[in-house]
């Protein structure tokens, strides 16, 4: 959901602001920051390979498909990540149909008498220790169907309405809650395949998101692993050369972002003065970084100078894992 950047405060009118209209204006600020997309030249290419993925699945002969996955540690951002990439493949489907009125939901008519929603994109999440059972429901509840029966005819259902609504993309998020152990898991594995099978005869992909999938039971599959096409989303490593500039960049961006906000922000402070510090403070994780920007974007506009400064950057709390982690770098927190 967008939403819409508050009215931007010059630097008298900011001191001169009483304590609670600059409450209320750093509240406005961190709502609006919390809501912007991040992203790195890593996740644009990501995306751009996913999409190449799903394009070339389009052009293939109905039948199995090549599955894509995103992976990565917890707190990576992979669910976010997707969830923006697959609202852009949403809204280019989508187009090719018309809206129904009043509230413009895209819709087809498979006969005159017949209307039908069309959701080219089905996201669903899994709930823990997922069962073949569990998954159909999921779907189903997400396309506006009781969830409810046996699995073998919630597998027909499944895809009877993907068919209906034309479902292009099924995007699995939580894929590591699949419960993939003995003969259950072996169940769950074989309707993945199955549902990659079918819906490929409907002309649909499937996405797999999950946390640490990578050597698992899911994506080393045989018969998965022959047809997918792997990505890792992680955090970004300034120890590596090659993770130095995306974070100087994202970080440049995010100051481009506060800087019509914060009218004593200057210019390099985030990506030349303070681009080691956020660093060892977040390790990376974009979650991290909005979190702490955010909050420390607000501090500064509470306290009337608009300024972000080493002693806001290191007063805000963050997440129990970059807490922890920072705890543990060289001269971290004790």
């Known amino acids: ?13 900011l001191r001169s602001a009483s304590p609670e209209v600059r409450e209320q204006y750093a509240a406005q600020v961190r709502r609006w920051y919390r809501a912007q997309f ?13 999409s190449e993925t799903v394009r070339a699945n389009d052009d293939s002969l109905p039948g199995a498909k090549t599955f894509m996955s995103v992976t990565g540690p917890n707190g990576a951002g992979k669910s976010t990540f ?18 129904s009125e009043p509230d413009g939901r895209p819709v087809w008519h498979p006969d005159p008498q017949i209307e039908c929603d069309v959701v080219p994109v089905c996201w669903v999440n899994l709930p823990s220790a997922a069962r073949v059972k569990d998954l159909n429901a999921v779907i189903l509840e997400f396309l506006g169907l009781p969830g409810e029966g046996l699995a073998r005819l919630q597998t027909g259902r499944v895809l009877g309405a993907c068919e209906r609504h034309l479902v292009r993309l099924l995007i699995i998020d939580d894929a590591h809650l699949l419960n993939t152990g003995q003969r259950i898991g072996r169940e769950v594995l074989d309707h993945v ?62 100051e481009r972002a506060l800087a019509p ?71 971290g927190r004790a």
């Open 82 to 99: 997707v969830k923006r990439w697959a609202m852009e493949r949403y809204r280019e489907s989508a187009l090719e149909y018309p809206a």
């Open 193 to 254: 395949k199955v549902l990659n099978t079918e819906l490929g005869e409907l002309g649909a992909s499937i996405v797999l998101v999950g946390a640490n999938l990578e050597g698992g039971e899911l994506l080393t599959d045989p018969q998965i692993a022959a047809r997918l096409k792997a990505h890792f989303l992680g955090p970004i490593d300034v120890h590596r050369d090659a993770g130095r500039l995306p974070w100087q960049i994202m970080l440049a961006s995010q």
């Open 261 to 331: 906000f914060l009218p004593g922000l200057s210019t390099g402070v985030l990506h030349d003065d303070f681009a080691g510090l956020l660093w060892k403070r977040t390790q990376g994780y974009l979650g991290d970084v909005r979190d702490l920007l955010a909050e420390t974007a607000g501090r500064a506009i509470e306290d009337g100078t608009g300024a972000i400064t080493q002693a806001l950057i290191e007063a805000v709390p963050l997440s129990a894992r970059a807490e922890a982690r920072e705890a543990m770098l060289p001269g």
């Open 38 to 50: 991040f992203t790195t030249p890593d996740r644009e290419a990501i995306a751009r390979h996913l």
């Open 1 to 13: 959901m967008d939403v819409e950047a508050p009215d931007q405060l010059k630097a008298a009118e």
